[in-house]
T-cell receptor
Framework: EAGVTQFPSHSVIEKGQTVTLRCDPI?????LYWYRRVMGKEIKFLLH????????ESGMPNNRFLAERTGGTYSTLKVQPAELEDSGVYFC?????????????FGPGTRLTVL | AQSVTQLGSHVSVSEGALVLLRCNYS??????LFWYVQYPNQGLQLLLK??????LVKGINGFEAEFKKSETSFHLTKPSAHMSDAAEYFC??????????FGPGTRLSVLP
């Protein structure tokens, strides 16, 4: 079974440009999450999709970030325009319909560098 | 609100020595606790988790952790470190219907 995949693995852009990150969850996982780790700090939650609906987007830092999950499969996270403080590693995770406990399976991350 | 602290951003041990990585949490209700590991250039991999039941949890690669409610701790241990254990380790807490809250991570170095 394929794991969570993310593309690209690295992205270097200039301040003011736009970047789109993609996440493909494990097949059959309705829950998809985005996290971010900035400058070696904690991994912080950004948002949670259940199928194509945003269940919780309380962690999104500002309106420069737009996440979509059309069709309930893969998801994209767009940063427009990018700022220096957006640099970090963006992780995606997915999980099955939870039952009582959610175990999230993480992708390798996309390392974003904004110059 | 839940929070997680990990004592020591960087821990060094000698190969064959005991590994002890500390995790303390704060939660108003009993949490679910996880340890994830990130090897260089890889994603986060689940090591082990505690949900209910036995408080000593065994994970992959010889790691285990013990949930101690009275100490609000979930420390990760391994009796004998191997060079391949060098990685960054993250403790995380959640409850059903809530999102993961991660600790800041502990980078483990294993010295020959």
């Amino acid at each position: 079974e394929a794991g969570v995949t993310q593309f690209p693995s690295h992205s270097v852009i200039e301040k003011g440009q736009t970047v789109t990150l993609r996440c493909d969850p494990i097949s059959g996982h309705d829950n998809l999450y985005w996290y971010r780790r900035v400058m070696g700090k904690e991994i912080k939650f950004l948002l949670h999709f259940v199928k194509e609906s945003k269940q919780d987007e309380s962690g999104m830092p500002n309106n420069r970030f737009l996440a979509e999950r059309t069709g309930g499969t893969y998801s994209t996270l767009k940063v427009q325009p990018a700022e220096l403080e957006d640099s970090g590693v963006y992780f995606c995770a997915s999980s099955q319909d939870p039952g009582t406990v959610i175990t999230q399976y993480f992708g390798p991350g996309t390392r974003l560098t904004v110059l | 609100a839940q929070s997680v602290t990990q004592l020591g951003s960087h821990v060094s041990v000698s190969e064959g020595a005991l590994v002890l990585l500390r995790c303390n949490y704060s939660s108003s209700v009993p949490p679910y606790l996880f340890w994830y590991v990130q090897y260089p250039n890889q994603g986060l991999q689940l090591l082990l988790k505690y949900t209910t039941g036995a408080t000593l949890v065994k994970g992959i690669n010889g790691f285990e952790a013990e949930f101690k409610k009275s100490e609000t701790s979930f420390h990760l241990t391994k009796p004998s470190a191997h060079m391949s254990d060098a990685a960054e380790y993250f403790c995380a807490v959640t409850r059903y219907g809530q999102n993961f809250v991660f600790g800041p991570g502990t980078r483990l170095s294993v010295l020959p």
